[in-house]
């Protein structure tokens, strides 16, 4: 053997051992797919609605601090629809300078303006509307990302279906608790600190008329939480608070497990600095009034302030351990700008995915049996080439797909078995132009060289449109799509690299004894 073909051997050894070594043991080494490990397989599609009326709402109620900070205040603020939002003033002239403000600082709003009474009407703007759907998506996307990290579920798939759909894809492999799962997904986790006007009490009417039949501007009504007290059910009050709230959760540092004084499950959380500062001069100013924990639009306690609080504090609740558990990680993780529905909701079982396993084995082992058998046939001596060359584009494969930590799904186990007659379908290429070639009379050594130059155009290309294939099959493809994309295109590299080099020097290793015939 020539100095350039042993460095070549040393060369595809290395390549062999240093995938068998990646990809050993399989079971661990290769992550399996939705379909094979079993888990959970959702598509939930996001109210983009919400998100947009939670947009104008705030918007409604900055504005009207605003309004009241220049000494223009309305008497009236009502909420139209989901994109605008209307104020009602004594004079024309105090409506004209509202309207000056609202061009200034809100000018993804449409203003109107109409007389008897003096009303203003802010209306967001459709593209602002686009915007803010696209936006919500996107946020809820990663939202629900940070969510299944922090649970722990390896190798996940979450993805926007489509570049401007309103629904996520979401793939759990090995997730045993789905409704755990669903719930931590569904909640919004919206957390607001607000401040108490009036309340609690009983009913709502109690509420509207103590305040004289209308509620004051900026305030709404928010129902509490059912609790259970010693056995006892008591049923839920009522609240009347100030929409803008004081604190939000996106202004937390941190949210974990704790425990009240009497040891049950609560929620302990950290403020950012300069939200700190901000809470601990607005309960120091309102020493004595209730202060309301909202979390999903519902108070979960409004305790009274007794002292200036800065950046850490509890939020009491009749949570189990697992819902506050449940419930730090939501608000860690973030919160939903909208809810969700639930589109698709499947559970692959373990057992289903053993057998897939099983079968896929089994129709490779079958499929491999079969090839081997017609090139060790047909090919004679040469076939044992393409043999090893097959032998070693598995190994490359599976190689490469655990150092990339690729997902085999069963596509993917679809791709490998496609695969043991695509790597082979170069080398019967090559062979059919050796045959050729010795047919027209030339040496074995003219034979070999003369079929690999004169195939190698025809493998270039028949390979170059199925990686086309693949890249578009990825770039669109849901997750068990993706796996069997990846699986192609892996082989279809490996299968070039050894039908193309491999075979090559084995073949010139056999010519390097200056053996005169060829079994082909």
Known sequence: MSRNNLYKFGLILAIS???????????????????????IHLVLDVVVEEAVAGQVRTDMGRFQDLLEDEGVVPSETILDSDVSFSMTFNTELLRDQAEVNAINYYSSYNVNLSSNPPTLNLSLDPAEQDLAKDAAVRQALQTIRNRIDQFGVAEPVIQRQGMAGTRILVQLPGAEDPERVKNLLRTSAILQFRL???????????????????????????????????????????????????????????????????????????????????????????IGRLLAIVLDDRVQQAPSIESRIDGDGIIRGSFTLEEAEDRSLMLRSGAL?????????????????????????????????????????????????????????????????????????????????????????ANVLIFERIREELDLGKTVRSSIDAGFSKAFSAILDANLTTLIAAAFLFQFGTGPVKGFAVTITIGIVASMFTALFVSRLLFAIWTSARRQTLSI
């Open 17 to 39: 051992s240093f995938c068998v070594f990646l990809s050993y043991p399989p079971s661990e080494q290769i992550n399996l797919g939705l379909d094979l490990r079993g888990g």
């Open 196 to 286: 108490v006007q009036a309340g609690p009490a009983e009913t709502r009417e109690a509420l509207v008329a103590a305040a004289g039949g209308q509620l004051p501007p900026g305030t709404e009504i928010v129902e509490s939480i059912p609790e259970t007290v010693n056995g006892i059910d008591i049923p839920p009050m009522f609240y009347l608070l100030d929409i803008v709230p004081i604190v939000e959760g996106g202004e937390l540092k941190d949210a974990r497990l704790s425990q009240d004084e009497f040891g049950l499950p609560a929620i302990g959380f950290t403020l950012e600095a300069t939200s700190a500062q901000k809470f601990g001069e607005f309960t120091s100013s309102n």
């Open 337 to 425: 700008p909208a809810s969700i529905e639930y589109l698709e909701d499947r559970s692959v079982g373990p057992s289903l995915g053993r057998e897939s396993i099983r079968q896929g084995v089994l129709a490779a082992i079958i499929g491999m049996s079969v090839v081997i058998a017609f090139m060790l046939v047909y090919y004679k001596g040469a076939g044992i080439n393409a043999v090893v060359a097959l032998a070693l584009n598995l190994i490359i494969v599976m190689g490469v797909m655990a150092s990339l930590q690729a997902t085999l799904t069963l596509p993917g186990i679809a791709g490998l078995i496609l695969l043991i007659g695509m790597s082979v379908d």
